[in-house]
Nanobody
Framework: QVQLVESGGALVQAGGSLRLSCAAS????????MGWFRQAPGKEREFVAA????????LYADSVRGRFTISRNNAENTVYLQMNSLKPEDTAVYYC?????????????????WGQGTQVTVSS
């Protein structure tokens, strides 16, 4: 079992920045690839970013590439999502998730463990 707890969500103005954190406990954090997803009201959950177990591979959704950065600190069992140049359309509940394999990290079906989510609201 892996327990994930997100933090860092807030209300921010368009153009601002936020850093989300996801603290993991339980089984070995470094054994899992980590991803961030988001879900806006009335919309399906969508992929945001992922980083492989070793940290050597990263993936981004086209909508956030160049503005968001995913990073991980295996020593601290934490994954981060740095979000810059935020837009109102980034408003959503953001979830971190852990995947035991490195296959198809853009799909939420690849992830076995999920956090409870943290709200990000971007005002125009």
């Amino acid at each position: 079992q892996v327990q994930l707890v997100e933090s860092g969500g807030a209300l921010v103005q368009a153009g601002g920045s936020l850093r989300l954190s996801c603290a993991a406990s339980g089984r070995t954090f470094s054994s899992y690839s980590m991803g961030w997803f988001r879900q806006a009201p009335g919309k399906e959950r969508e992929f945001v970013a992922a980083r492989s177990r070793s940290g050597g591979s990263t993936l981004y959704a086209d909508s956030v590439r160049g503005r968001f950065t995913i990073s991980r600190n295996n020593a601290e069992n934490t994954v981060y999502l740095q979000m810059n140049s935020l837009k109102p359309e980034d408003t959503a509940v953001y979830y971190c998730a852990a995947a035991p394999r490195i296959i198809n990290l853009r799909s939420d079906r690849s992830y076995d463990y999920w956090g409870q989510g943290t709200q990000v609201t971007v005002s125009s």
